[in-house]
């Protein structure tokens, strides 16, 4: 903790607006490992690349780290099997690859690095020897406005084979960020660089600000010897035999906890008794097993009306513990069909109150629903449901289904929307292993639904969710 900290308060030192720069090297600094081997898989796996031109280019990539190639010829055998390709489609593919796969290797204290610079005023770049396609997912979803990597030729929307211009490699960087500094005025003495490489020496040593993150070790007796700052984040990557052991038991700690809730429902003849209690007891064990630390901001609204629909952003399978620790008792949850086929937990959970619906048949869903209704209106509990139906790879918030609230409108009860800012810092999609760390929620007011009609559905889910892109900064 104390490197990012430190970090941190170096950026809060520095001068603040946009002559003060950024700028941020992306395979092995932003994101965990290297962006060319997910694209190559999914080149792969799309047709694009046949088993020879794979081999041939990891061939390549394991030339170049010995050194026996340098990276404009790696690079330009990248172009070659580009060529012919359509840069639309790549486009869409990119994002693709971005979403499934490279989204959720991004290091979570470098993307508060990028929060504090941008919070200063500071230009933030990313400055790269990848391409445009490998970088540019990252760079939205971080709110990155300037890029500076190696570009691919195309003519008329189709690759030439070719790299257009000079690689985006070594003094090619030290280039591209006097370009970026002419625009804002800036000065390389007071530039950040952030960086993992000694390939990046040049741009180390000429800015002012060099930083070494998750540095090799070539890098790391460099900056020793230069005494520049160095962090090392193991956020992502391959988790340690203790997070898989913790994530495990946090994992199957379901089952004990409703497991021990049969002793309070024979000796209380009260299954709602039992169920708050095995739902706190998850909750609870699940957060100390993991290493879970949650800020609420706005804690009072989970409590001024019950039983009510609390939705929330779905980031992450922490959300699940996050709701149970929030929410704590009287609680009904919805869960895909596909739980019910997990050994053990499935049944557990279905025990446990919740009714697993099939999400591609919207009539099931529906049907499914009705015993929830009389499950809030009858015995007053209240039911947690995540809006976008699915967890999502990045924090983009994606569109909401109507389910949620047309379950609130014909219950008579209020939407408590919860909005959770960084899950996938502990999990994200596809992880099974959970990290430990701290995550905020900002819990808002209560929406009343007694005056929602059909007509007027449309545009009050429109409100809520323009409510959840201003709290999360999306808007």
Known sequence: MSQITDLLATIDAAPKGPKTTALFDFDGTIIYGYSAFHFLRAQVAKGDLDLRDLLTSLQAMVQFGLRTIDFANLISLTAQFMAGLSKSDYDNFAQTVYDQHIGRLIYPEVRQLIIAHQKA????????????????????????????????????????????????????????????????????????????????????????????????????????????????????????????????????????????????????????????????????????????????????????????????????????????????????????????????????????????????????????????????????????????????????????????FHLAMQAGVPIVPIVIHNASDIAPKGDFVFRPGTVSVTVLDPVETNHWTDDTLNAEIDAIRQRYLEVLGQR
């Open 121 to 404: 005023g500071h230009t933030v770049a990313i400055v790269s020897s990848a391409t445009r396609f490998q970088v540019v997912g990252a760079a939205q979803d971080l709110g990155i406005e300037h890029i500076y990597c190696t570009e691919l030729e195309t003519i008329d929307d189709i690759f030439t084979g070719h790299i257009d211009g000079p690689p985006c490699f070594g003094i090619g960087k030290v280039n591209a960020a006097k370009q970026l500094l002419k625009k804002t005025k800036g000065r390389l003495s007071n530039t950040f660089f952030y960086s993992d490489s000694t390939d990046d020496a040049d741009l180390l040593v000429a800015s002012g600000r060099p930083v070494a993150l998750n540095p090799s070790r070539s890098l790391t007796q460099m900056a020793l010897e230069h005494d520049w700052p160095s962090a090392t984040f193991d956020s992502r990557g391959r988790p340690t035999l203790g997070q898989l052991v913790r994530s495990l038991a946090a994992t199957s700690s379901v089952i004990s906890s409703f497991a021990a809730g049969i002793p309070v429902l024979a000796l209380t003849g009260s299954m709602r008794q039992s169920r708050n209690f095995s739902y706190s007891l998850f909750a609870e064990s699940a957060s100390a097993l993991i290493g879970l630390q949650i800020e609420v901001t706005g804690e009072a609204n989970l409590w001024k009306t019950r039983p009510a629909v609390f939705i929330f952003n779905h980031q992450s399978k922490t959300d699940v513990i996050i709701a149970a620790k929030l929410i704590r008792q009287d609680l009904a949850a919805v869960g895909k069909k596909e739980i019910k086929k997990l050994p053990l937990i499935g049944s557990v959970m279905e025990w446990g109150g919740v009714v697993m619906i099939d999400r591609k048949n919207s009539r099931s869903a529906i049907e499914a629903m009705k015993p929830l209704v009389d499950a809030i209106r009858y015995d007053g509990k209240s039911v947690v449901l995540a809006p976008e139906g699915t967890r999502s790879t990045t924090r983009r918030l994606g569109s909401f289904k109507k389910g949620a």
